[in-house]
């Protein structure tokens, strides 16, 4: 059954983007998310060492994934 959390790792829009047909990679992600390409999340707070921490909303994620697709690989 899919995970309907309604947040996302990093690690689960990688994922997602490749069944998609999406390559990328967790690196190109957090640095789309952060430089504001990937509008599904947000930074949500930078520690002391400058590792980021992301907050990725699901329906938003998804969202944008149904709009990038082409009609014909988007469910009924």
Not at 32 to 52: K, Q
């Amino acid at each position: 059954m899919p995970d309907k959390t309604p947040t996302m790792t990093i690690a689960q829009v990688y994922h997602e983007l490749r069944a998609a047909g999406i390559k990328s990679s967790p690196q190109r992600i957090a640095a789309g998310i952060a430089g504001g390409t990937f509008p599904f999340g947000e930074v949500s707070c930078v520690g002391d060492s400058g590792r980021r921490t992301f907050l990725i909303w699901r329906v938003d994620f998804e969202a944008w994934l149904e709009s990038k697709l082409p009609k014909t690989h988007q469910p009924q």
